[in-house]
């Protein structure tokens, strides 16, 4: 479906290349433009989110209750699917636009109440003043109703990658020209040179948003300066860090500005071909790449002699099995060569030696979407934007205990705080925030009195911590953080290739020493190694050891969690070890159970309904729990109906 705009240009006989007509001074294409971009519209218009988030959250039945109204007469509507805007926690999220007025958002919209809506907005031709969440223009309040701008959780961002998302259908490509999608690659084809696309990329300062934060010009310009008959451009959409969600959501809500960033990409390195390997557990963002993909196919934005400058360009999809070590990139290229997905060493690198022994270029989605708004509006208007050594946005997915859930884009420079109490609106649960989880397992835990720091690559890593992909999972005082250490390792663990030794046995050694943490009792055969009070030391040298000496990227990252968990709230540590007690209560293994013979009365329930057989006692005789036995499950304290079990 390649839209309106596409058909427009049809009946007017094709003139010239669909991109050059599209963004032309013609009256046609503007006018259809202007209707895309729904700068006037005559009868109302309805968008229902139907990203991953919001089909989870019920969307699929809000859009068939709009669409069965629509079909029946009862309303007088246009009905399209979005993508995701981002405000996850208010899903499923129902935009309606009314003629002569701005679209406003609707948030938590269930299909019971699609007949209200219909009848007081689509019908009334007035908004719901205390329903709706917000509108999308500039101004004074509106029937009581904020532009985007006023909101909190819109107001601190800055939108480049996310700039189209959720207000347009996914699957129109016509609509994703008429918000500016493929107008940098038309203007870099048309008037610019590959070396000087490659400056722009390099004078933008844009870096990698795959976490290492290495400048992509540079990447770009040794890929162009090597000589082959083929090279490569891959794109990295192997998103397996647990709480991120940026790269899906890109994908499933504007596709067509990652396949321009790719495009580009192979103008500028001499590239034609490019790869995208996104795993197979993100279908939705699959099926409208492959839709995206053929319809740029189709409008010859892609394909051979693309504008007829002579430059090809195609792109294939790879579906990863959800490895997580094939986010590292020369195990990604193994994979896409149909080998097992391992690292290996470096140097050569990709750039000189990558898929298939060419010249490859690796960015993730995230940083091949920034490309066409680089090309369109100038490196200087990137620079404009962050820090001087941290250029542009970056794209979080917030989770965690957070009152207001979801993906934003913040300028570079912004403090972690402004991100968790501004946009994320702060603790949900009413327990004091204590950590945030920044750079998912491969990155680091940030208490609270470090928020200040600002989002930036150098000031991150002098905290110890990393921009990582963008996962930023935050944590109350009902969180123990010896607990979060364990969950990161037993991930990196279970997801580490093998290959080296360090990663492989270190990974494992630091979570078992974790699990001795919190659990009662540490392992026999070892002669009670945490009650030698060496667990900590052991744990900090077999992290240092690992981050210096494993193979990859993802190995040397691996005991992040731990190291920032030691640095920051080592007394938790020191509870667990020396005290065997979880001060955040999780760790219900520490928690000790006993009977108390005033209290109890012999009935039996406790000892019928205990899973480890810890308890012993005869009917109408007083109950025990044996210690050595005792898991701390709690379902003893939970079936007692005569408060005979004490809990320290």
Not at 275 to 288: D, G, M, S, T
Request: proline share 6%.
């Amino acid at each position: 479906m390649t839209g309106e705009l596409y058909r427009r240009w049809e009946e007017a006989g094709r003139p010239g290349h669909f991109l050059a007509w599209a963004f032309g001074n013609n009256d046609d294409a503007a006018e259809t433009i202007r209707l895309l971009r729904r700068e006037t519209i005559e009868r109302p218009q309805v968008f229902v989110g139907t990203g991953t988030c919001g089909l989870a959250s019920g969307a699929a039945d809000v859009l068939a209750a709009f669409s069965e109204a629509a079909a029946a007469g009862t309303i007088d509507a246009d009905i399209h699917e979005a993508g995701c805007l981002g405000f996850c926690r208010m899903e499923p999220l129902v935009e309606i636009q009314l003629p002569g007025g701005p679209g406003v958002l609707y948030g938590e919209v269930t299909p019971a109440e699609v007949p209200a809506i219909a009848n007081t907005v689509l019908a009334g031709g007035r908004h719901d003043a205390a329903r709706a969440l917000l509108r999308f223009d500039d101004g004074p309040p509106i029937d009581g109703i904020d532009a985007v701008a006023d909101h909190p959780f819109f107001r601190p961002q800055r939108r480049i990658v996310l700039s189209r998302v959720g207000r347009f259908d996914p699957d129109d490509l016509s609509a994703a020209i008429a918000r500016e999608d493929y107008r940098g690659l038309l203007e870099a084809l048309t008037a610019k040179t590959p070396g000087e696309t490659v400056a722009t990329i390099e004078a933008s300062g844009l870096r990698g948003r795959g976490g290492g934060g290495f400048p992509t010009g540079t990447k770009w310009k040794l890929a162009a300066r090597e000589q082959s008959d083929r090279k490569y451009v891959v794109m990295n959409a192997d998103e397996g860090d647990p709480g991120a969600f940026m790269d899906r959501s890109v994908l499933e809500s504007d596709p067509h500005a990652a396949i321009e960033g790719m495009a580009l990409c192979g103008y500028a390195i001499g590239a034609a071909e490019g790869y995208i390997y996104c795993r197979a557990e993100y279908p939705l963002a699959i099926r409208r790449l492959e839709t995206a993909i053929a319809d740029a196919r189709e409008a010859g934005i892609l394909g051979e002699n693309i504008l007829g400058t002579g430059f090809s360009f195609d792109i294939r999809i790879k579906m990863g099995a959800g490895a997580f070590v094939c986010g590292e990139e020369t195990a990604l290229l193994a994979s896409i060569e149909g080998k097992r997905g391992m690292p290996r060493p470096r140097p050569p690198y990709p750039a000189q030696s990558g898929l298939f022994g060419r010249p490859t270029v690796i960015n993730n989605v995230e940083s091949m979407a920034n490309i066409g708004w680089i090309v369109s509006n100038g490196p200087e208007a990137f620079r404009a934007v962050g820090t001087p050594g941290s250029p542009g946005t970056k794209v979080f997915a917030l989770s965690g205990k957070l009152e207001r859930s979801g993906l934003a884009e913040v300028p570079m420079g912004i403090s972690i705080g402004e991100i968790v109490e501004g946009i994320g609106g702060g603790s949900e649960t009413g327990l004091a925030l204590k950590a945030v989880q920044i750079g998912g397992p491969s990155g680091a835990c940030v208490p609270v009195d470090l928020w200040h720091t600002a989002v930036d690559y150098d000031e991150l890593k002098r905290i110890g911590a990393m921009m990582g992909s963008g996962g930023l999972v935050v944590m109350d005082e009902g969180t123990c953080m010896v607990d979060v250490a364990r969950f990161f390792l037993d991930f990196t663990t279970k997801e580490s290739c093998g290959k080296c030794t360090p990663c492989r046995e270190g990974t494992r050694r630091m979570r078992h020493i974790l699990e001795q943490l919190t659990t009662r009792w540490g392992d026999p055969d070892e002669g009670g190694a945490l009650a030698r009070f060496s667990g900590l030391i052991e744990l900090e040298r077999v992290a240092r050891d690992v981050q210096k000496t494993a193979l990859c990227g993802l190995g040397q990252t691996a005991p992040n969690p731990v190291l920032s968990t030691l640095k920051f709230f080592r007394g938790e540590y020191e509870a667990h070890l020396y005290d065997r007690r979880c001060p955040a209560g999780v760790c219900t293994a520490l928690r000790e159970y006993a009977i108390d013979p005033e209290a109890c009365v012999g009935c039996g329930r406790c000892k019928k309904l205990c899973p480890a057989n810890a308890i012993v006692g005869s009917p109408k005789k007083t109950h025990y729990i044996v210690e050595e036995k005792c898991i701390g499950c709690g379902s003893c304290a939970d079936t007692c109906t005569f408060d005979a079990v004490t809990v320290s």
